[in-house]
T-cell receptor, first 109, second 114 residues
Framework: DAKTTQPNSMESNEEEPVHLPCNHSTISGTDYIHWYRQLPSQGPEYVIHGLTSNVNNRMASLAIAEDRKSSTLILHRATLRDAAVYYCIPIPAGNMLTFGGGTRLMVKP | DAMVIQNPRYQVTQFGKPVTLSCSQTLNHNVMYWYQQKSSQAPKLLFHYYDKDFNNEADTPDNFQSRRPNTSFCFLDIRSPGLGDAAMYLC?????????????FGDGTRLSIL
């Protein structure tokens, strides 16, 4: 499984964009890059995933580096409800999620 | 509407007393997963089913077993819970194995051991 490196924590102001980085330099060519988040006292929640191209959905955008060794999750306007632990997970065939440490995002009003 | 439902949300059992946690899904997904999440740690996969085919992670203790009687339901049995088994247990589903399929999680059952 690809090893990931994420900042332990990040802070953002409400209503501002947030860029959450992830390094996955050992990713395999067929691994999808998934992002999940976990709010306090809840199960993880799927955010977005991609393979090579940048992806957008109603929750976030995912920017994938050309060499696929890193990616960035972009929350366009952070709200207090976005405060959570964000996990970046490269997924090989077989769809097994191996959670790393994640980034704890704090949002200040 | 909840799509992956775990009951109960909180479960207390005694040391050594068998306990069963349940999970149901309304998504008709082929794959179901059980994760263990200890305090301040990331979730860790215990086992998963593709339909009725059971797959155990190599380091899942023998104390943990699972049953999937039909597509909708999956159970986690802990035969003789120890204090170290106190954790949040998360159930998840996905349509199939493909790496582009999101997993859908329930809100978990928090297990306490007295």
């Amino acid at each position: 499984d690809a090893k990931t490196t994420q900042p332990n924590s990040m802070e953002s102001n409400e209503e501002e964009p947030v860029h959450l980085p992830c390094n996955h330099s050992t990713i395999s060519g067929t691994d999808y890059i998934h992002w999940y988040r976990q709010l306090p006292s809840q199960g993880p929640e799927y955010v977005i995933h991609g393979l090579t191209s940048n992806v957008n959905n109603r929750m976030a955008s995912l920017a994938i580096a050309e060499d696929r060794k890193s990616s960035t999750l972009i929350l366009h306007r952070a709200t207090l409800r976005d405060a959570a632990v964000y996990y970046c997970i490269p997924i090989p065939a077989g769809n097994m999620l191996t959670f790393g440490g994640g980034t704890r995002l704090m949002v200040k009003p | 509407d909840a799509m992956v439902i775990q009951n109960p949300r909180y479960q207390v059992t005694q040391f050594g007393k068998p306990v069963t946690l349940s999970c149901s899904q309304t998504l008709n997904h082929n794959v179901m997963y059980w994760y263990q999440q200890k305090s301040s740690q990331a979730p860790k996969l215990l086992f998963h089913y593709y339909d009725k085919d059971f797959n155990n992670e190599a380091d899942t203790p023998d104390n943990f077993q699972s049953r999937r009687p039909n597509t909708s339901f999956c159970f986690l049995d802990i035969r003789s819970p120890g204090l170290g088994d106190a954790a949040m247990y998360l159930c998840a589903t996905s349509r199939d194995w493909a790496g582009n399929q999101p997993q859908h999680f329930g809100d978990g059952t928090r297990l306490s051991i007295l």
